[in-house]
């Protein structure tokens, strides 16, 4: 069982592991291992993990079972709107909740929004399924997923946050 808690220093060469493996395990086949390699060089540099952390408004999570890290979750707010850039789990925990459990705290790290969006490459049918289950619409497309000039095309998602509570009205 893991539990989601916020990344912290310690943890960020565990998520560029579980980055690079859960990158070569999806797109490999899609893009080649080269391809792969260059990406996950560029977008889950150290650096740029280091530069998430300290995003103002963003959140950035990890699924952690007390021995090992299976899963990340990274998002923004701009306005009333959460990003969720990142979503990751191990292909080793592939099956269980750990999806579930960081797309809900991340849900819940952003009180005032009213909606959460992403993207998604369009090829990659397992995490168009996940997000549709848990009530994403596709509502537009990309040719630049993930960062402008990428050339990855994808689906964008979007579903609207409804709170359990009477605290919030939408």
């Known amino acids: 069982m893991f539990f989601v808690r916020t990344a912290s220093e310690q943890d960020l060469e565990r998520v560029q592991q579980i ?6 395990a999806t797109y490999d086949d ?4 080269a391809k792969v390699e260059e990406i996950t060089d560029q977008w889950h540099s150290m650096k740029r993990l280091q530069e998430m952390r300290h995003t103002p408004k963003s ?11 299976g899963g ?3 998002a923004t ?6 990003s969720l850039h990142q979503l990751y789990v ?8 750990t999806g579930l459990h960081l797309l809900i705290e991340i849900e819940n790290s952003f009180i005032d929004a009213e909606y959460i969006k992403l993207e998604v490459e369009e090829q990659n049918h397992k995490a168009i399924e996940f997000y549709e289950k848990f009530g994403f619409k596709k509502i ?12 990855i095309p994808a689906l964008i998602m979007q579903k609207e946050i409804i709170y359990a509570d009477d605290d919030h009205s939408h």
């Open 19 to 24: 980055l690079r493996e859960t990158w070569h």
């Open 30 to 33: 899609l893009y080649g291992k």
């Open 59 to 69: 959140e950035f999570l990890v699924a952690d079972n007390g021995t090992v890290i």
């Open 72 to 74: 990340m979750a990274y």
């Open 77 to 82: 707010q701009k306005d009333k709107t959460i």
């Open 90 to 97: 191990h292909p080793d925990f592939h099956g269980g909740k």
């Open 140 to 151: 537009g497309e990309t040719q630049d997923c993930g960062e402008d000039g990428s050339g």
